[in-house]
Nanobody, 128 residues
Framework: QVQVVESGGGLVQPGGSLRLLCAAS????????MGWFRQAPGKEREFVSA????????LYADSVKGRFTISRDNAKNTVYLQMNSLKPEDTAVYYC?????????????????????WGQGTQVTVSS
């Protein structure tokens, strides 16, 4: 069974920064495409960013482009989401998702139904 665990959320003032981490484990030797999604109260889960297993494909939602940076360390099966210039509208539960590496289309990395495994989520609150 694959486990996906997020960490790094918290409370930050507008304009501040946070770094989220996501570790996938459970299948020795496996590599994963990884994605970040978020869900605010009363809203649907939405795509934030994704990175292919090789790191060769990276996607961002328009709302976070230029502010968020996704990266990965395959030796640790860990993905990072550096979030800068945070805004109150970034407040949400952030979920990490993993898909064992397979053929993919760029567009598929941004879809919730592409991913097989999900973490429990980590709360990010941007408020003064």
């Amino acid at each position: 069974q694959v486990q996906v665990v997020e960490s790094g959320g918290g409370l930050v003032q507008p304009g501040g920064s946070l770094r989220l981490l996501c570790a996938a484990s459970g299948r020795t030797g496996s590599s994963y495409h990884m994605g970040w999604f978020r869900q605010a109260p009363g809203k649907e889960r939405e795509f934030v960013s994704a990175i292919s297993w090789s790191g060769g494909t990276i996607l961002y939602a328009d709302s976070v482009k230029g502010r968020f940076t996704i990266s990965r360390d395959n030796a640790k099966n860990t993905v990072y989401l550096q979030m800068n210039s945070l805004k109150p509208e970034d407040t949400a539960v952030y979920y990490c998702a993993a898909k064992p590496s397979t053929q993919y289309s760029t567009a598929s990395l941004g879809r919730t139904n592409f991913y097989d495994y999900w973490g429990q989520g980590t709360q990010v609150t941007v408020s003064s």
